[in-house]
Nanobody, 115 residues
Framework: QVQLVESGGGLVQPGGSLRLSCAASGSIFSINAMGWYRQTLGKQRELVATISSGGTTDYADAVKGRFTISRDYAKNTVYLRMNSLKPEDTAVYYC?????????WGQGTQVTVSS
């Protein structure tokens, strides 16, 4: 099994930056891809960014050029650097991991972009 714990959310003004972190534990040797999804009230959870075990990244069109996903294999941690934040980026952000055991999710961290 894989456990994921997010941190780094909070309140930020439009145009500001935040960095989210997600630490993996458990059967980390089995983790392949990792990533971030987000969800707002009444909407489906949507992909934000993913990174494969080989470092290949993919981004939602809405965040391309503003968000950067990275992975520290030694620390078993994935990061999401968010720049030029907009009010529409407000959501609960969930860390996701794909492993031999299937998909694992973190508990979520709230990001609020507001003046």
């Amino acid at each position: 099994q894989v456990q994921l714990v997010e941190s780094g959310g909070g309140l930020v003004q439009p145009g500001g930056s935040l960095r989210l972190s997600c630490a993996a534990s458990g059967s980390i040797f089995s983790i392949n891809a990792m990533g971030w999804y987000r969800q707002t009230l009444g909407k489906q959870r949507e992909l934000v960014a993913t990174i494969s075990s080989g470092g290949t990244t993919d981004y939602a069109d809405a965040v391309k050029g503003r968000f950067t996903i990275s992975r520290d294999y030694a620390k078993n941690t994935v990061y999401l650097r968010m720049n030029s934040l907009k009010p529409e980026d407000t959501a609960v952000y969930y860390c996701w991991g794909s492993s031999y055991y299937g998909s694992s999710w973190g508990q979520g961290t709230q990001v609020t972009v507001s003046s």
